[in-house]
């Protein structure tokens, strides 16, 4: 069974740039969360997706944006990067509202 | 005062011995906890959960929850140098929303 597939795995921006990040979940889950994890802040939840819709959002800014589709895939946008951006993106696919994460490799995005 | 709180460490133990993670938080109605482990370089994989008080076993792993306390380990015995990793505690907030601790960083030394 294949696990959470995310790409691109590595990118580097500049800032004022925008990044799209694509996640593809283990084939049933129809929960996709994303996070940010950095060295300073460890891992922190930007938004989760279910069906098509967004249940929870974290305190991130408006920059921080996502959709999910039909297929249960799930897109997540950065506008106007900044270098405080530059972080591990982390997708995160679930069976069930049980806090059982199965995470990707993560996107490693860097912008100078 | 941060969600859920965990000794950075690192903290290194002798391999066959017995590793105790922990882990505080801060919100009183809380109801279910994680372990995950990291591998440098890695993403985090889910070790254990545990939503009631006392203690949960799976192999060589114990979690630990006393909500009165509000307080969370995870023991590790017969150490084993393949365990040397970086493990996080988290709560659930909401769905599958997670507040993550820092982690702490576990040598095992053969």
């Known amino acids: 069974k294949a696990g959470v597939t995310q790409t691109p795995r590595y990118l580097i921006k500049t800032r004022g740039q925008q990044v799209t990040l694509s996640c593809s979940p283990i084939s049933g889950h129809r929960s996709v969360s994303w996070y940010q994890q950095t060295p300073g802040q460890g891992l922190q939840f930007l938004f989760e997706?279910?069906?098509?819709?967004?249940?929870n959002k974290g305190n991130f800014p408006g920059r921080f944006s996502g959709r999910q589709f039909s297929n249960s895939r799930s897109e997540m946008n950065v506008s106007t990067l900044e270098l405080g951006d530059s972080a591990l993106y982390l997708c995160?696919?679930?069976?069930?509202?049980?806090?059982?994460?199965?995470f990707g490799e993560g996107s490693r995005l860097t912008v100078l | 005062q941060k969600e859920v709180e965990q000794n950075s460490g690192p903290l290194s133990v002798p391999e066959g011995a017995i590793a105790s993670l922990n882990c505080t938080y801060s919100d009183r109605v809380s109801q279910s906890f994680f372990w995950y482990r990291q591998y440098s370089g890695k993403s985090p994989e889910l070790i254990m959960s545990i939503y009631s008080n006392g203690d949960k076993e799976d192999g060589r792993f114990t979690a630990q929850l006393n909500k009165a306390s509000q307080y969370v380990s995870l023991l590790i015995r017969d150490s084993q140098p393949s365990d040397s990793a970086t493990y996080l505690c988290a709560r659930r907030a909401g769905a599958n929303n997670l507040f993550f601790g820092t982690g702490t960083r576990l040598t095992v030394i053969p």
């Open positions: 995160a696919s679930s069976l069930a509202e049980a806090g059982e994460l199965f």
């Open positions: 997706y279910f069906s098509e819709t967004q249940r």
